[in-house]
């Protein structure tokens, strides 16, 4: 697992809502928890497109 910079996180806001990010460390994910989606990090990239996001609401 690759851990983010936490500069970067900073600087990252939700492409979806502009509201801030918090980091799943367990997931490897930035989750909105405004937009409801949480984002991957491939190879210590925080992929920021919503159509690669997953939903929140599947969580049960």
Not at 2 to 27: H, N, R
Not at 32 to 39: I, V
Request: one cysteine or more.
């Amino acid at each position: 697992m690759t851990k983010v910079d936490p500069k970067l996180l900073e600087l990252l806001v939700c492409p979806v809502t502009k509201g801030p990010l918090d980091y799943d460390a367990a997931a490897n994910e930035l989750v909105s928890r405004q937009a409801g989606l949480a984002y991957p990090i491939r190879n210590g990239i925080p992929i920021m497109l919503p159509d690669e996001a997953r939903s929140l609401d599947k969580e049960t």
